[in-house]
């Protein structure tokens, strides 16, 4: 096995929206960083350039699953032993679903399952479906978590509804979908590159998990340069589904040119907004083939903080933590941070109809405003 090869992590995407979220994240996320997608619905794979794993058997296996997530979950527990042998064993494993479909919601748990307990350190992202899109979609979704909350080391909540910002009175759902997948990229990218280990200071997955074995966490907001940066953006933080949140990560994805003071702008902003957060990992990375400035993403638990944060290695990893030819730490000063946050730290080096297309896309329903709750 080559040093590339090692330190490579799997990003997979389970079900058809997450799917086509790897096909948009393959190009910018780190070399070492394999995009994969996964999905019963071949007319989807079939429009996809990113590298695809086929789930289903059967006569509808190829048209998805219609909604139902016995289906996927049967699927994926046939693929199983497949969907191992595929991946490198070296790897660490994020896992993305878009809940509320059958293919993803039930796909998702049985193979992130497989692979967490194969020992390999693996985290799922669960992207929890708009509330226009109705109760049904919402049962399935907190169903599913349940699930990926057993079936992974680190389980990122992320409410789809909380991605979109202030929304335009006329915005179509489909339309809020776009900007869900911009920033949901944006996030998953600097996530990425975290758990690829590249040049990151002082954040870990481990971080994520928090103090117990597992933790909700959300995702406030993530974004690149476009805005925040700037003092006046602060609302966007705002609209966060957690009241109180009590832990935070922040991690920052810098281009090579990014003057330190913004970095030090969007963390001084970011405490500003969470008053009660008792405790904020940063973490910073260079990435030298970025062009543009900052990407931001932060992750926010209302749990509070059972045991220290920084954590050296992986939590539960039984692969990344002994392996070698990582790449080497970046330094990167961070002069202006106070409280001393990088102090006495260790750096850590880690890293017709068509039943699948939901009913208010094949509607045209509008979302009108924001849904409140
Ligand atoms: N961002 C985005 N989200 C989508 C899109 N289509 C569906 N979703 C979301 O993903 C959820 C699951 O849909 P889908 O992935 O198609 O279901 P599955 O293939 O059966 O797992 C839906 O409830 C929506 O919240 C899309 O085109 N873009
Ligand atoms: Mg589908």
């Known amino acids: ?43 989807v794979l079939e429009t996809l350039s990113v590298e695809s794993f086929a789930l289903g058997s059967g006569n509808r296996a190829s048209l998805g699953s219609g909604g139902d997530p016995r289906r996927g979950r049967e699927w994926a527990a046939a693929a199983a032993q497949r969907f191992l042998d595929e991946l490198d064993p070296a790897t660490a494993l994020v896992g993305v679903v878009f809940l509320g479909g059958g293919t993803g919601s039930g796909a998702a748990p049985v193979l992130l399952g497989e692979a967490y307990r194969s020992g390999m350190f ?10 226009a899109e109705g109760p049904r979609r919402g049962d399935i979704a907190a169903a599913a978590l349940d699930e990926l909350r057993r079936s992974s080391d680190v389980e990122v909540r992320v409410n789809a509804d909380d991605l979109l910002g202030t929304l335009p009175e006329d915005l179509s759902v489909e339309q809020a979908f776009e900007r869900v997948y911009a920033s949901l990229s944006a996030a998953m990218t600097v996530l990425a590159g975290v758990i690829a280990g590249r040049c990151v200071i002082n954040v870990s997955p481990a971080d994520l998990a928090g103090g117990g074995d597992h933790a909700v966490l959300s995702v406030m907001y993530c974004g690149s340069d476009t805005g925040f940066v700037r003092k006046g953006e602060k609302q966007e933080l ?41 405790e904020l990992k940063v973490g910073a990375a260079v990435d030298r083939s970025r062009k543009g ?6 992750l926010v638990s209302e749990t509070s903080s059972a045991a220290p944060m920084s954590s050296p290695t992986f939590a539960g990893t039984a692969s990344i933590r002994g392996s070698h030819g990582r790449p080497v730490q970046e330094e990167f000063a961070f002069e202006a941070a106070r409280r001393g946050r990088f102090k006495d730290v260790q750096p850590t080096i880690h890293a017709g109809q068509d039943l699948d297309i939901p009913t208010f896309i094949r509607r045209g329903i509008r979302l009108r405003g924001r849904p409140s709750g």
């Open 293 to 298: 400035g900052l990407e931001v993403l932060l």
């Open 1 to 43: 096995m080559t040093e590339n090869q090692q330190n490579r992590i799997s990003v997979v995407g389970i079900g058809s929206a997450a799917a086509r979220l790897m096909d948009l994240l393959q190009p910018r996320v780190p070399r070492e960083v394999r995009c994969l997608a996964i999905d019963s619905d071949r007319r």
């Open 238 to 278: 705002s609209h966060s589904g957690l009241v109180h949140p009590k832990r935070g990560v922040l991690l920052l994805l810098s281009g090579r040119q990014t003057p330190m003071h913004r970095m030090n702008t969007v963390v001084e902003c970011v405490r500003a907004l969470l008053p009660d957060v008792e």
């Open 122 to 131: 693996t985290a799922a992202v669960g992207v929890v479906p708009l509330e």
